[in-house]
């Protein structure tokens, strides 16, 4: 392997590296509960400066929403019970997140392992065997010094 191509593969196990932990860390995963989907915050919610609600609620936020989630589903109209889905759809949630930390670990050590791994370029090495005089006796010849 030669110098540029070995620095050109460093290069680009660094910026996919990068991208692929910037898209696990910003991006939002998306769960299924029975029929509907919810978006729920990415890994790296407090980077983006939303805090929690003072309702104490993060991927269900607003009512629309979770009067959607209760139609799509059939939950019934007790309080208690939306509490409930709403419980288990945060809790999906966290999981959903979890699971993009744990991504995002495995890919910082595969990416790390693979950077240091990648074998270094070979050295040409000095070929002086042209300097060598080969006779066919292999003898020692010394030549006499001029006076």
């Not at 860390?25 to 769960?31: G, R």
């Not at 269900?60 to 989630?69: K, L």
Request: glycine content about 4%; proline content about 4%.
């Amino acid at each position: 392997m030669t110098k540029p191509i070995f620095i050109t593969l460093r290069i680009l196990i660094v910026a996919l590296t990068f991208f692929t932990l910037k898209w696990l860390f910003l991006s939002s995963p998306t769960i299924t509960l029975n029929a509907s989907e919810i978006h729920c915050k990415p890994a790296g919610w407090d980077y983006l400066r939303e805090g929690y609600n003072t309702s104490g609620f993060f991927d269900i936020d607003n009512s629309e929403e979770m009067d959607q989630f209760t139609a799509t589903n059939n939950i019934g109209g007790e309080l208690a019970e939306q509490r409930r889905a709403r419980d288990k759809a945060i809790e999906a949630c966290s999981l959903a997140r979890d699971n993009r930390r744990l991504y995002m670990n495995l890919t910082a050590i595969f990416a790390a392992t693979a950077f240091v791994t990648l074998p270094k370029p070979t050295q040409k090495k000095l070929n002086l065997n042209f300097l060598k005089l080969k006779r066919k006796d292999d003898e020692l010849v010394t030549i006499p010094e001029s006076q």
